[in-house]
């Protein structure tokens, strides 16, 4: 069974920043992508973006220009750079993996003065 290790949530102002990171115990060699999700209370979980192995990316439209997904792979490593941040970006956030179909804990992120 793969684990899935995040880091980085907590508690900023709007306008801050925050980084999270996901580390799988998985061999790199058969992810074909990992990325981040979230939800919020009363809403659906959604997909904020996501890496493939050759490092193509897909953001959810409101948080283009201002998240940054990257990865490591000789590390089963993903991180979202999250800039700007607003207060409707508080979610409890998801690492996710395929394959096989993985996902974390969540992390909670509040975005609040």
């Known amino acids: 069974q793969v684990q899935l290790v995040e880091s980085g949530g907590g508690l900023v102002q709007p306008g801050g920043s925050l980084r999270l990171s996901c580390s799988a115990s998985?061999?790199?060699?058969?992810?074909?992508?990992m990325g981040w999700f979230r939800q919020a209370p009363g809403n659906q979980r959604e997909m904020v973006a996501a890496?493939?192995?050759?490092?193509?990316?897909k953001y959810l439209d409101s948080v283009k220009g201002r998240f940054t997904i990257s990865r490591d792979n000789a590390k089963s490593t993903v991180y979202l750079q999250m800039n700007s941040l607003k207060p409707e970006d508080t979610a409890v956030y998801y690492c996710?993996?395929?394959?096989?179909?993985?996902w974390g804990q969540g992390i909670q992120v509040t975005v609040s003065s």
């Open positions: 890496i493939t192995s050759d490092g193509s990316t």
């Open positions: 996710h993996l395929a394959p096989p179909e993985s």
């Open positions: 998985v061999n790199p060699s058969i992810i074909i992508a």
